[in-house]
């Protein structure tokens, strides 16, 4: 993949401190537990994929379909990731507005510490913005700029544009090795002082590449847009049944619900962790270990945390934390050299995927969603409008039956 677009709606607003700092948390140590389990390339084309980043912004806890997931996202994952750039090899630079315009110098000292080619990450930086604001004359102009590199020059851009006359946004994405679909062997790496790989585009042999993109920006801008994996999300801010896959949800809900299915080694090294953060640690496993072809329905991943504006229902806090908290502790287990921890959470996915294979979803659904909403207090419920509170008159307990 090297060009990729999705189109949400126009979100305004802030996120409350609550949630940014839990999104910050969990989406750290859900980037180390991908660069541990399958590298930092595999980070960046994972950020490159629009479906997968809008996965995880559900599964973080932001509004499943809007555009604050992408400056949320990108902020929390800065202010977080960027103070463990050495160890995890993984820069984040600009973001929205004022930030965006800062990330020439960022890159620049980044490439100080790294012996990258500093020039030529913001030559890359300031062309995949000019393709996507000036060339691709789609009517949206670019507000966020987000460059993330590795330490071997590898990187991804995420931006995203607004659109005010019709109320949405436009966020698109990159990754530098697909740009070789474009020209032919558009990357040359050579080393630097023991620094690591260096991608070096301002090799003669690389003349083609520069070429390439620039030729990129004279296109039809219709003909780009067909060839980019495109994601479209709807106006409605509830979450509905057609929005997810239920065969996918339900199965979930099942190992998670129902221990009998998951295996023994599993259950115990997990003892302790009760159904709704295990919950939760299905759809988060999966956003680690998931193949692209999972996160076609982005707003099944809300329902690990729901969302600040309570759709599909209120953010439960102690489920939250309780799951970064499992989460951490598996990967400094695994730094020691004890992955069982680790393997347990990657076989609830494992799991899930195996159940989903004879499962067969019921119409309850809304019955699902109210019964989150109903039990949210206990979790600790929370959305930007003040904490979830008891319901006034006690659910049927008809209602409350999963898939």
């Not at 691709?136 to 005010?164: C, P, R, T």
Request: glycine fraction near 8%; charge should be neutral; proline fraction near 4%.
């Amino acid at each position: 993949m090297s060009r990729a677009h999705a189109d949400l709606p126009l979100h305004y607003g802030q996120v409350p401190a609550w949630l940014y700092t839990r999104m910050g948390k969990l989406g750290e140590a859900i980037v180390e537990a991908v660069i541990m389990e399958y590298g930092k390339s595999a980070l960046l084309q994972r950020m490159s994929d629009p479906f997968w980043f809008q996965s995880l912004g559900a599964v973080l806890g932001m509004d499943w379909h809007s555009s604050g997931i992408t400056t949320s996202v990108m902020g929390a994952l800065k202010h977080t990731v960027n103070k463990r750039s050495k160890e995890l090899g993984i820069y984040i630079c600009g973001g929205k507005g004022k930030h965006s315009r800062e990330t020439p110098n960022e890159l620049l000292k980044i490439a100080e510490t790294t012996g990258l080619n500093g020039e030529l990450l913001v030559r890359s930086s300031k062309l995949s913005a000019k393709v996507d604001n000036t060339a691709v004359q789609d009517g949206y102009q670019i507000y966020l700029h987000s460059f993330i590199v590795s330490n071997e020059g590898e990187w991804a851009v995420i931006q995203q544009g607004m659109n005010d006359a019709n109320g949405m946004a436009r966020r698109y994405h990159w990754h530098s090795p697909g740009i070789k679909s474009f020209v032919e062997a558009p990357h040359t790496s050579i080393y630097g002082h023991n620094q690591g790989l260096i991608l070096n585009l301002t090799d003669l042999k690389a003349d083609t590449t520069r070429d390439g993109v620039l030729q990129l920006t004279k296109e039809n801008p219709d003909m780009i847009l067909n060839e980019a994996r495109q994601l479209y999300m709807p106006a409605h801010h509830d979450v509905k049944a057609k929005d997810v896959n239920l065969k996918r949800l339900g199965s979930v809900l099942a190992v998670a619900h129902e221990k009998e299915l998951m295996d023994v080694e599993s259950l115990l090294l997990l003892e302790g962790v009760g159904p709704r953060t295990l919950q939760s640690l299905v759809l988060v496993s999966e956003v680690i270990h998931g193949t692209p072809s999972r996160f076609e329905d982005p707003a099944r991943y809300s329902f690990a945390h729901g969302g600040k504006d309570g759709h599909p229902f209120p953010v439960p806090t102690k489920v939250y934390d309780e799951a970064i908290e499992v989460l951490d502790k598996a990967i400094r287990l695994a730094k020691m050299g004890d992955n069982d921890k680790s393997e347990a959470i990657k076989a609830l996915h494992k799991t899930a995927m195996r159940v989903e294979e004879t499962f067969v979803p019921n119409n309850n659904f809304e019955q699902l969603v109210q019964k989150e909403r109903n039990e949210s207090w206990k979790y600790g419920g929370r959305t930007v409008f003040g904490k979830a509170k008891p319901p006034k008159n006690k659910p049927d307990s008809n209602q409350l039956s999963l898939f």
